[in-house]
């Protein structure tokens, strides 16, 4: 494993849309790998692909009950809504408040391309909204408070 540079706001890279990942591979789960230390090391709670200047569609989350590695997750089910501050490993020692569901479930695939469903609650959804949206180049910094 190899920790990997963290892509900072103000990079292009980080506003494209991010393309389906279609292979299963050693790469890919090497990558994932290499994110899951970087995300740790940098004591996040999430890191999506392009974050580390990869466009394609997959992330991980852990907000202390596991790590989830989603590859071309999609937000099936959204409920209800929370409040409250909101922070992004490219934009470090910033915070600012956003309103996102309560609930979501998600539709996804693992590393070796089964189909898998997560469902996350509080700053389990908030995590997963955040990271799913920089798949799409939205920050959270994007929404008004
Ligand atoms: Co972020």
Redesign the pocket.
Known sequence: MAKRNIVKLGDDVLRKICRTQLDFNEKLHQTLDDMAETMYDAEGV???AP?IGILRRYCIVDVGDGLIELINPVITEKSGSQTGDE?????PNKFSTVTRPMSVTVRAQDRNGNNIIVKGEGLKARALC??ID?LDGI??IDYKG
């Open positions: 999430g890191l999506a974050q922070g992004c490993l490219s934009i955040h990271e920089h920050l959270y």
